[in-house]
């Protein structure tokens, strides 16, 4: 049982913008960081994803919370290194499946083993190695929820065909569940007002390494209704330290932001229930350089 999840996010000047977390029954903040800190990918450096999980920690946590119930089968695409797998495993009763892509010369399928050594704890994940935007899920609707979260700010090409395969796996009304940094975020307006960059660095791990494109929360529900969601739960937090007074004066920064003091948190977090099975031409807000046919004239 998790605690209540989505009162309004605090006021930016009393940052962090940050909404309470659902912690499990029997743990508090600090137990359950240090029970998923002890986590690592056998055969992956220890180091380096603890250091991921002290900078989102809360993210996997906010993530637990907009699971819609504590039964059925989970779909979990780009799972690895499966801090939020974890906690699926351990505080639910969900079947969990998983997907990632390490690239097309990877196997069809693999598996990796997650383990807490000072715990004496591990679990292991199957998965299929699955391009989201170029490939059918290999599942029919089956899955009560998809969890599709850091993953779409990545994408290349058409985040619209990702989400139409995310749609076409879940039963009727099965529920998506997708977070993603938000780019509107008070660390952003900061930036820009300073004359700082704020898009992200390329990245040795290839172009899907990097952010692509990031969403504000006014985009990411016209293309969940696009695709045939309705939004039961979408909210903004911080997640790690904001980093916003080292851009700009905070002071100077409020005012012109407080219409909008809700959308103002790193990251966005969204619930969507299946409705329909959405609109494949692609909203010309979001797409240009196509065919007429393919496109369609959507309000935003």
Known sequence: MLNSLFPKPSTPKDLPLRVPLPLPVGYNEQSLFEYLHGFHVVGSPATELRSYVDQ?????????GLLPAQQGRVLEIGA?????????????????????????????????????????????????????????????????????????EHLLLDPLAALLRINRVLKPQGHLILTTPNVARLENVARIISGVNIYDPYSGHGPYGRHNREFNRHELVHLLRHAGFEIEAFFTSDVHPNDTATHFDLNSVIPLVRY???????????????????????????????????????PI
């Open 80 to 152: 690895n290194p499966y801090f939020t797998s974890v906690l699926i495993r351990k505080f639910t009763g969900c079947e969990h499946f998983a997907t990632n892509f390490f690239g097309e010369q990877y196997p069809p399928e693999g598996r990796q083993t997650v383990s807490n050594n000072e715990r004496k704890e591990s679990f292991e994940f199957r998965f299929v190695n699955h391009n989201i935007e170029h490939q059918n899920l290999p599942f029919d609707a089956e899955f009560d929820a998809v969890l599709f979260c850091e993953v779409i």
């Open 260 to 298: 909008r003091e809700a959308d103002l948190g790193q990251y966005l977090f969204c619930r969507a229930r299946r409705v329909s099975a959405g609109e494949r031409r692609k909203p010309k807000w979001l797409y240009r350089s196509y065919p007429p046919e393919e496109l369609v004239d959507t």
């Open 56 to 64: 989102d920690f809360r993210r996997f946590v906010y993530t637990l």
